[in-house]
């Protein structure tokens, strides 16, 4: 999925509000690859250049970190929120724009989701795929109808992909359910996904728009 690909697509479609707040989910480790920095620093600039507003998990280690001094560093804002009882493991950032420390995990997604206008999904573990499959049953439910966008770099996330495909092939989910999901292999796509992306135009069958 290419910047043109999008923008081809959708010029001629009603623009939804101003996407100004983009929550970010993605791994607190920092013994991963290269090209996972890279992408976080690179996503981070391009919202920071981008006068958007970051919402995120609070931390300072791993992608969390790099994305949310990336962005402070290029113009934008950062809002992190964090659990008390995994502040000191995750290494809280105190130098945020604004640093929430919350009482559950579960005040904590729920705070992420108000403050955002999007999602985007950067490569991470386990929590990283808690949140991702949380706010896709949420917009499945109708809880919201935020964009969510996938940042399937070196084809990190093509597995959770093929089982998502593999659910719908046996019953167990709608080809509806993902037409809330886009996917794209830069952060390039991803800002133009976020600037011209309506979720209800968006195809059910391969989740691009």
Not at 20 to 29: I, L, Q
Not at 97 to 126: I, N
Not at 133 to 142: H, K, Y
Not at 159 to 180: C, K, Q, V
Request: glycine share 10%.
């Amino acid at each position: 999925m290419t910047t043109d690909t999008i923008q081809n697509k959708t010029t001629t479609q009603k623009a939804r509000h101003p996407i100004r707040n983009v929550c970010v989910y993605c791994g607190a480790s920092s013994n991963i690859a290269q090209v996972h920095k890279d992408t976080a620093w690179a996503l981070g600039r391009a919202l920071g250049e981008a006068g958007m507003q970051l919402v995120y998990g609070g931390g300072r280690v791993g992608l969390m970190g790099l994305v949310a001094k990336s962005t402070m560093e290029h113009g934008g804002t950062a809002v992190g929120i964090i659990p008390h009882h995994i502040e000191t493991r995750e290494e809280k950032y105190t130098e945020l724009t604004e640093l929430h420390v919350v009482d559950s995990m579960h005040e904590r997604k729920q705070m992420m989701v108000d403050r955002a206008d999007a999602f985007v999904v950067l490569s991470g573990g386990l929590g990283t795929l808690d949140e991702f499959f949380e706010i896709m049953t949420w917009r499945q439910l109708g809880l919201h109808d935020k964009p969510v966008v996938l940042l399937n770099v070196n084809n990190f996330w093509t597995p959770l992909l093929s089982l998502i495909d593999h659910m719908i092939n046996n019953g167990f989910a709608r080809e509806s359910d993902r037409a809330g999901l886009m996917v794209a292999d830069r952060v390039e796509a991803v800002m133009a996904a976020l600037q011209y992306a309506p979720p209800e135009t968006m195809d059910a069958q391969t989740g691009l728009i």
